[in-house]
């Protein structure tokens, strides 16, 4: 496996068996594709690099998340 997948925490739909073969359940990948967007934006520099403000996109991706996914949503 490759070293991103051991170095997330395992969280509600990832330990969920589903149909798809890889290591996360389909139903969490626009939500983790937001993320890693938001990532190679700061990355690249075209996003300030700020705690703050990266704490308040997950929050808002965390929201996002539960609001959709309702009881199958990731928890930490």
Known sequence: M?????A???RGLDLMPCL???STCPLTWPFD???VMYASGV???LI????VAG???ERAVDTLERMTLGPWA???
Not at 48 to 51: A, C, E, G, I, Q
């Open 33 to 35: 594709s937001a993320r």
């Open 55 to 57: 704490g308040a996109f």
């Open 48 to 51: 300030r690099r700020s705690m």
């Open 43 to 45: 990355r690249a520099g």
């Open 2 to 6: 490759d070293k991103l997948h051991y």
């Open 8 to 10: 997330a925490p395992a």
């Open 74 to 76: 990731r928890s930490v």
């Open 20 to 22: 798809y073969q890889g």
